[in-house]
T-cell receptor, first 114, second 114 residues
Framework: KAGVTQTPRYLIKTRGQQVTLSCSPI?????VSWYQQTPGQGLQFLFE???????NKGNFPGRFSGRQFSNSRSEMNVSTLELGDSALYLC?????????????FGPGTRLLVL | AQSVTQPDIHITVSEGASLELRCNYS??????LFWYVQSPGQGLQLLLK??????LVQGIKGFEAEFKRSQSSFNLRKPSVHWSDAAEYFC????????????FGTGTSLTVIP
């Protein structure tokens, strides 16, 4: 089985722009979670999608949004980029979600905001 | 509020020496605990997890972890470190909720010297 894939792997944007990141989960996985990873902050949970619905949300401003398509692929969008949004954005998938399931992580998209 | 603390930002050990990485959590109910490893340029890989039962859990790559409820700890150990173990290690707690909601520590960076 192919693993979790994320595109693009690297992005450079300027302040004020918006960006869309994509995540394709493992085939058959319906839960997709997004995390922001920064030095010193570790991984912070952004949100989780299941069956095209946002099921859980972390403590991030409304500039961060996402969606999930019927094939379970997910996108996250960050509008009005700020310098502090520079980070590694990780996507993880699991079968149906829940604390007992193993999450499988993609390699991440590294976003640099100038 | 839930939180995960990894007190050691960086640890250096000699190859062949034993290793212990510390993790403390704050969570009101029985936690679901995880250790992940992240190699440079890679996503996170699950090392081991604890849900219930035997408090000493075995994982991949020769790692083990012990859950101590009285100390709210879930420390990761390995008897003999290999150079390939150099990576970033993350402890995480999953909360009992609909879907995925995980809290990660800030990570411990492991350097292995020959």
């Amino acid at each position: 089985k192919a693993g979790v894939t994320q595109t693009p792997r690297y992005l450079i944007k300027t302040r004020g722009q918006q960006v869309t990141l994509s995540c394709s989960p493992i085939s058959g996985h319906r839960s997709v979670s997004w995390y922001q990873q920064t030095p010193g902050q570790g991984l912070q949970f952004l949100f989780e999608y299941f069956s095209e619905t946002q099921r859980n949300k972390g403590n991030f401003p409304g500039r961060f949004s996402g969606r999930q398509f019927s094939n379970s692929r997910s996108e996250m969008n960050v509008s009005t980029l700020e310098l502090g949004d520079s980070a590694l954005y990780l996507c993880a998938s699991s079968l149906v979600g829940g604390p007992t399931e193993t999450q499988y992580f993609g390699p991440g998209t590294r976003l640099l905001v100038l | 509020a839930q939180s995960v603390t990894q007190p050691d930002i960086h640890i250096t050990v000699s190859e062949g020496a034993s290793l212990e990485l510390r993790c403390n959590y704050s969570y009101g109910a029985t936690p679901y605990l995880f250790w992940y490893v992240q190699s440079p340029g890679q996503g996170l890989q699950l090392l081991l997890k604890y849900f219930s039962g035997d408090t000493l859990v075995q994982g991949i790559k020769g790692f083990e972890a012990e859950f101590k409820r009285s100390q709210s700890s879930f420390n990761l150990r390995k008897p003999s470190v290999h150079w390939s173990d150099a990576a970033e290690y993350f402890c995480a707690v999953g909360i009992l909720n609909t879907g995925n909601q995980f809290y990660f520590g800030t990570g411990t960076s492991l350097t292995v010297i020959p």
